[in-house]
């Protein structure tokens, strides 16, 4: 089955709330996505989106250039179906993060709350860092959450990566300046603890899109 297909049938078969990785409330990422400082009319990046409550809580907060991408169409419309009138201030976009045709220099700050880690071959990895590196703005912002090094080996039956905050880091390289990092025990609904790490980064100002990894 091809990732698609599986994101399609989970999102189709299962109710947002009632997945492992449902949170109320995204409380770290919105606080990261404040910390940043950027202005309430900057342009955000949630990759992964999908049926995640970050959005309304940022709309809610007043940020006002919001992009959310999925590669399943089932996850938006979910969220879509949730926010109802709102939803129309949002730009959606139904992509392979991998393979997105995303704007050049667009976005001031870049999240995302798990996708990174089901990227498990190298070109995909480096086919993701390219994408961060074209899209987002000189000195823009990312923030990316991935299961940490003593975490779940799996999540949704698929196989997942594991990272240390520096590994996390590497894998985008010299042109990415490491501002925090930041642990989180996600508690699923199930009883189960999901160990993750966040690492929020500062795209440098002066390196080219094409230099992904150093």
Not at 13 to 34: E, G, M, N, P
Not at 38 to 47: F, G, L, N, T, Y
Not at 100 to 111: E, F, G, S, T
Not at 137 to 157: L, N, Y
Request: aromatic share 8%.
């Amino acid at each position: 089955m091809q990732p698609k297909e599986h994101w399609e049938r989970v999102y189709s078969t299962k109710a947002s709330d009632a997945v492992s990785w449902f949170q109320a409330h995204a409380a770290l990422s919105l606080r990261l996505i404040r910390d940043t400082g950027v202005p309430r009319s900057a342009s955000i990046m949630d990759v992964g989106g999908g049926a995640s409550t970050l959005v309304d809580d940022l709309l809610l907060d007043g940020y006002t250039a919001l992009t959310v991408l999925d590669l399943s169409a089932a996850a938006l419309s979910a969220a879509k179906r949730r926010l109802d009138s709102r939803a129309a201030g949002v730009q959606w976009v139904e992509a392979n993060i991998t393979t997105a045709a995303l704007p050049v220099h667009a976005y001031d700050v870049w999240h995302d709350q798990a996708v990174f880690h089901f990227l498990t071959a190298p070109a995909e990895r480096q086919a993701y860092v390219e994408a961060v590196l074209r899209s987002v703005k000189p000195s823009g912002q990312v923030i990316v959450a991935t299961f940490d090094e003593d975490g779940p080996a799996q999540c949704s039956g698929l196989p997942v990566m594991r990272y240390s905050a520096n590994e996390l880091h590497t894998e985008f390289g010299s042109s990415f300046i490491l501002l925090q990092h930041e642990k989180e025990e996600h508690r699923t609904l199930f009883g189960t603890v999901q160990k993750c790490v966040y690492c929020h980064c500062r795209k440098s100002s002066s390196c080219d899109h094409s230099h992904a990894r150093t």
